[in-house]
């Protein structure tokens, strides 16, 4: 069966080759070299940008881009205020990171699935994965440094033996300590597991679709341009998503029961 990209691959073959990874190395030191390269040109490209703008705002009219940029941290801005009611100076810098980062990362899958593997096969590059989140590496990493950071929020709030304390008497006093204390790493391992699946498995879904499509051939962009712009809503929601139950999670652990 010929694919889109000219080739004698069948169809099962053609999605396995645009779901794996540019990789290196074996086993656990596994490293996913095209996730890396976007990821970290997404993220010097974006806040390199934002560093610009910020050194060259000014009070008087201002440019379009400051004017955008001010928009988005305005936004994340409200909503740290609104759900997170402790001093930090971290939380809001972290929610803008966030936001602007997962939401580029995530509208990589806008780009055409055969655009930059066909390029990259040009230079002798056989796998390419163009959308960072379609890699639980990545989420999970976003995650769990999420979640470090929420422990050290803990404790720099609570204390070291604050902690303890709301960990082995909530919710049920200090009698049902072990139940307590089951509850609290059921609850904290959840934590970053949800954050992690969610956002992979959206965007693993939304670019299986775009591979589906691609198949059909010329019918491709009649029914990619629906999914297409029903998808920028789900790549906008997922962003913001990761980024409100990251400030949650922040609040929960400056906020004593």
């Known amino acids: 069966m010929a694919n889109p990209e000219g080739g004698n691959q069948t169809s099962a073959e053609y999605i396995n080759h645009h779901l794996t990874n540019l ?5 656990f030191w596994t490293l996913h ?7 970290g040109f997404l993220g010097l490209v974006a806040f390199g940008l ?3 703008v910020a050194q060259k705002a000014s009070n008087g009219v201002p440019t379009g881009m400051q004017n955008f940029v001010e928009m988005v941290v305005s936004l994340v801005n409200d909503q740290v205020k609104d759900t997170f009611h402790a001093k930090s100076n971290l939380v809001t810098p972290l929610a803008i990171t966030i936001f602007v980062w997962v939401f580029l990362m995530n509208a990589m899958d ?5 655009f930059l593997s066909q390029g990259f096969q ?14 639980p590496n990545l989420t999970f990493a976003l995650s769990l440094t999420v979640f470090a950071i929420m ?3 803990n404790i720099k709030h609570k204390g070291v033996l604050g902690l303890m304390k709301e960990s082995l ?11 307590n204390l089951l509850f609290r790493i059921i609850e904290d391992i959840a ?6 699946l969610r956002l992979f498995g959206n965007l693993y879904a939304g670019e299986m679709v775009f591979i589906l499509i691609a198949l059909f051939g010329v019918w491709q962009l009649p029914l990619a341009l629906p999914w297409a712009l029903f998808h920028i809503l789900i790549i906008t929601l997922q962003a913001f998503v990761f980024m409100m139950l990251t400030i949650v999670y922040m609040s929960m652990a400056a906020e004593s029961h």
């Open 33 to 39: 070299l095209d996730t890396f390269f976007v990821s």
């Open 23 to 27: 990789k290196v190395g074996e086993g």
């Open 151 to 153: 422990i050290g929020m």
């Open 50 to 52: 934002m560093l610009r």
């Open 122 to 135: 040009l230079i002798g590059v056989d796998y390419f994965k163009q959308v960072p989140t379609t890699d």
């Open 191 to 196: 934590k970053p597991i949800s954050l992690a």
């Open 110 to 114: 806008l780009i055409p699935v055969d």
């Open 169 to 179: 008497t909530v919710p049920f006093g200090k009698w049902l300590f072990p139940v």
